[in-house]
């Protein structure tokens, strides 16, 4: 009673026999790009220097604050005189 019950013959599943609508898309080829070393090492040096000027201002806004608070404790306790 719960068993399935297959047919006697089965039908094989349709054949695709359409052509596809799109055609294969065609590869181009990628263009080259050539760098020159000289731009290489200019974008190398510029972002050295960059980064050296970051922290030179980093460590000048951090020594700046420093001495403002200094300054302003020195300053507080001379008034307290």
């Known amino acids: ?7 006697d013959s089965p039908t094989p599943p349709p ?8 055609p294969a898309p ?7 790009i ?5 731009a290489v ?3 190398l040096v510029g972002g050295v220097v960059l980064t050296a000027l970051l922290a030179a201002v980093a460590v000048t806004a951090i020594s700046v604050a420093i001495a403002a608070v200094v300054l ?3 300053l507080r306790d ?3 005189r």
Not at 26 to 32: A, E, G, K, M
């Open 1 to 7: 009673m719960f068993l399935p019950k297959y047919p």
């Open 15 to 22: 054949a695709h026999t359409h052509a596809p609508t799109d």
């Open 26 to 32: 065609v590869h181009r080829p990628i263009p080259q």
């Open 34 to 38: 050539s760098v020159s070393t000289g």
């Open 41 to 43: 090492v200019t974008v």
């Open 72 to 74: 302003r404790s020195i």
């Open 78 to 80: 001379s008034h307290r």
